[in-house]
């Protein structure tokens, strides 16, 4: 019988904060039809070759990122000289397959589960493989977490304390990560989804319900992350799961992710009332122009309605803004400033626009000739500009206007200032730069240390 390994490579375990639940589908669908199937997950601490070793499988599926593609390509790399037959599949590989096959057998483009399937059934030994999309996404089975090192993930909150999945999370608390819908309807020029030309798909209430029991009967998880692109998509579901949660007793707090304009006061009280704690936003920008740009089809306007409805429904309004847009000025960027400051909200994410390929940022880049030949798929870190996304403002100015932004939400929170400070602890050089840049006005060096003395 064929025996399958599914692995999750890297090296830097700030990304290891949750379980690998692409692989899990996919080794989930393959037991569902028989197939013997293990997980190893590098990012969590395994050593990929001496499991190898122990397994000796048939076949090797590695996924990845773009920013972790070079490891993926080294575990294929070596399990093809090991004898092993490899597949590789995800976002990065599936739209960039032609160069990924020169590090593995075989490149899976598109959802993994019925590929790997055929893969192993029809013996297929090389070249691109893509099949249809699943259509009924309850045909495949929870995540198969039994095959997870689940004791490192649902720690995962002490481990990685400044990890923004987790900050509305008490110290000591059993935390998963659960996936309910995949695909998106909208298509914001920065998204995967832009390429992914798939529909939104859900699992039903009841599934979904199936699925947090049994983390909460097996695992003793305490919360959840609802780490799909938009929880909050349709209201109907969100509200039979929380009725459901509810009806049924399960004790657990959880997070979710939502667009400004998914959700009202209603859904979030509802959701409140079944143990939401914190719902994150993609705020992206405090300037309208800049929000069309990203065809992000929302209005600063909603961005702080959002914040305001969480904050009447006792829930904490968390979220990102991108620094460095296609077209965007100073006096934009300077709007997004101002929304930060204005917005009574405390937890905020600044990324410098990053383009992935296969987006419709990543077009535009190329049309206006801002991709450089030499750049590292790894260095694709969000706090430096590796392709510039903007056209407009130089990088080094971009970068000295996230950190100006990340200044302004720093004053703000006491949970991001505490993080900040371990992080600088970690980067002597950065630590200086930044104290320099504090102490150079002594008003705000006055608001840090009253900041530091709370
Ligand atoms: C949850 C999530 C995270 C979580 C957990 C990641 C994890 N360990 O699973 C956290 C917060 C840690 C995270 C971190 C990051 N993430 Co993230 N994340 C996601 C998110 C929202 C869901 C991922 C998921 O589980 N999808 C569900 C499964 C079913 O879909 P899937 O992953 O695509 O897998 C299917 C296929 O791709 C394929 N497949 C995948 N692997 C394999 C392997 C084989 C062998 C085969 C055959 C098929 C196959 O089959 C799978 C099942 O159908 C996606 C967006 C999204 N909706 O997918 C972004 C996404 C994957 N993340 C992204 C990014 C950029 C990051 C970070 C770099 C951000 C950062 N700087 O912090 C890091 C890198 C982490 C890493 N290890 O690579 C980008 C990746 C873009 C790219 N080109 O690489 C995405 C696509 C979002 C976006 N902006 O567009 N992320």
């Given at each position: 019988?064929?025996?399958?390994?599914?692995?999750?490579?890297?090296?830097?375990?700030?990304?290891?904060?949750?379980?690998?639940?692409?692989?899990?589908?996919?080794?989930?669908?393959?037991?569902?039809?028989?197939?013997?199937?293990?997980?190893?997950?590098?990012?969590?601490?395994?050593?990929?070759?001496?499991?190898?070793?122990?397994?000796?499988?048939?076949?090797?599926?590695?996924?990845?990122?773009?920013?972790?593609?070079?490891?993926?390509?080294?575990?294929?790399?070596?399990?093809?000289?090991?004898g092993v037959l490899t597949v590789i599949g995800g976002v990065h590989v599936s739209i960039l397959p032609e160069e990924a096959l020169k590090h593995s057998d075989i490149v899976v483009k598109g959802e993994g589960e019925i590929a790997m399937l055929d893969i192993i059934r029809n013996n297929i030994k090389s070249g691109i493989v893509f099949r249809p999309y699943i259509k009924n996404i309850d045909d495949v089975p929870p995540p198969a977490r039994h095959l997870m090192r689940m004791d490192f993930y649902i720690?995962?909150?002490?481990?990685?304390?400044?990890?923004?999945?987790?900050?509305?999370?008490?110290?000591?608390?059993?935390?998963?990560?659960?996936?309910?819908?995949?695909?998106?309807?909208?298509?914001?020029?920065?998204?995967?989804?832009?390429?992914?030309?798939?529909?939104?798909?859900?699992?039903?209430?009841?599934?979904?319900?199936?699925?947090?029991?049994?983390?909460?009967?097996?695992?003793?998880?305490?919360?959840?992350?609802?780490?799909?692109?938009?929880?909050?998509?349709?209201?109907?579901?969100?509200?039979?799961?929380?009725?459901?949660?509810?009806?049924?007793?399960?004790?657990?707090?959880?997070?979710?992710?939502?667009?400004?304009?998914?959700?009202?006061?209603?859904?979030?009280?509802?959701?409140?009332?079944?143990?939401?704690?914190?719902?994150?936003?993609?705020?992206?920008?405090?300037?309208?122009?800049?929000?069309?740009?990203?065809?992000?089809?929302?209005?600063?306007?909603?961005?702080?309605?959002?914040?305001?409805?969480?904050?009447?429904?006792?829930?904490?309004?968390?979220?990102?803004?991108?620094?460095?847009?296609?077209?965007?000025?100073?006096?934009?960027?300077?709007?997004?400033?101002?929304?930060?400051?204005?917005?009574?909200?405390?937890?905020?994410?600044?990324?410098?626009?990053?383009?992935?390929?296969?987006?419709?940022?990543?077009?535009?880049?190329?049309?206006?000739?801002?991709?450089?030949?030499?750049?590292?798929?790894?260095?694709?870190?969000?706090?430096?500009?590796?392709?510039?996304?903007?056209?407009?403002?130089?990088?080094?100015?971009?970068?000295?206007?996230?950190?100006?932004?990340?200044?302004?939400?720093?004053?703000?929170?006491?949970?991001?200032?505490?993080?900040?400070?371990?992080?600088?602890?970690?980067?002597?050089?950065?630590?200086?730069?930044?104290?320099?840049?504090?102490?150079?006005?002594?008003?705000?060096?006055?608001?840090?240390?009253?900041?530091?003395?709370?």
């Amino acid at each position: 019988m064929t025996k399958v390994a599914l692995v999750n490579p890297g090296k830097d375990c700030r990304y290891a904060a949750t379980e690998p639940l692409s692989l899990g589908y996919i080794a989930s669908y393959l037991e569902k039809h028989g197939i013997e199937v293990v997980i190893i997950d590098e990012l969590a601490g395994q050593n990929v070759k001496t499991e190898i070793e122990k397994l000796r499988p048939d076949i090797v599926g590695v996924t990845a990122t773009s920013l972790f593609i070079s490891d993926a390509y080294r575990v294929t790399e070596m399990c093809r000289k090991m004898g092993v037959l490899t597949v590789i599949g995800g976002v990065h590989v599936s739209i960039l397959p032609e160069e990924a096959l020169k590090h593995s057998d075989i490149v899976v483009k598109g959802e993994g589960e019925i590929a790997m399937l055929d893969i192993i059934r029809n013996n297929i030994k090389s070249g691109i493989v893509f099949r249809p999309y699943i259509k009924n996404i309850d045909d495949v089975p929870p995540p198969a977490r039994h095959l997870m090192r689940m004791d490192f993930y649902i720690n995962a909150r002490d481990k990685f304390p400044d990890s923004y999945l987790f900050h509305f999370i008490p110290p000591h608390t059993k935390t998963a990560s659960i996936f309910t819908s995949r695909g998106c309807p909208f298509s914001c020029i920065f998204c995967h989804n832009s390429w992914r030309g798939i529909p939104w798909r859900f699992n039903a209430p009841e599934r979904v319900i199936l699925e947090i029991e049994q983390l909460v009967r097996v695992y003793g998880v305490e919360a959840l992350f609802f780490i799909e692109d938009n929880f909050f998509t349709n209201k109907a579901r969100v509200q039979k799961i929380c009725n459901l949660i509810k009806n049924k007793g399960i004790n657990i707090i959880w997070a979710a992710n939502s667009r400004v304009d998914s959700i009202d006061l209603e859904i979030l009280q509802t959701a409140k009332d079944a143990g939401c704690r914190e719902v994150i936003f993609g705020f992206e920008s405090g300037s309208q122009r800049i929000l069309d740009v990203l065809n992000k089809k929302t209005t600063v306007e909603q961005n702080k309605r959002a914040i305001q409805l969480c904050n009447k429904a006792g829930v904490i309004p968390a979220g990102s803004v991108m620094i460095g847009n296609p077209t965007e000025t100073i006096e934009d960027i300077r709007a997004t400033q101002q929304f930060l400051r204005e917005s009574d909200i405390k937890s905020v994410g600044v990324s410098i626009t990053t383009p992935f390929p296969g987006t419709k940022l990543w077009n535009w880049c190329e049309e206006q000739k801002l991709i450089p030949s030499n750049f590292k798929w790894s260095d694709f870190t969000f706090d430096k500009v590796v392709i510039p996304a903007c056209n407009t403002i130089s990088p080094r100015e971009i970068e000295k206007l996230f950190t100006e932004t990340i200044d302004i939400v720093l004053e703000k929170s006491p949970f991001s200032f505490s993080k900040f400070l371990i992080q600088n602890f970690k980067n002597p050089k950065q630590a200086i730069i930044t104290i320099f840049r504090i102490f150079k006005n002594p008003a705000r060096a006055l608001r840090y240390i009253k900041r530091i003395i709370k």
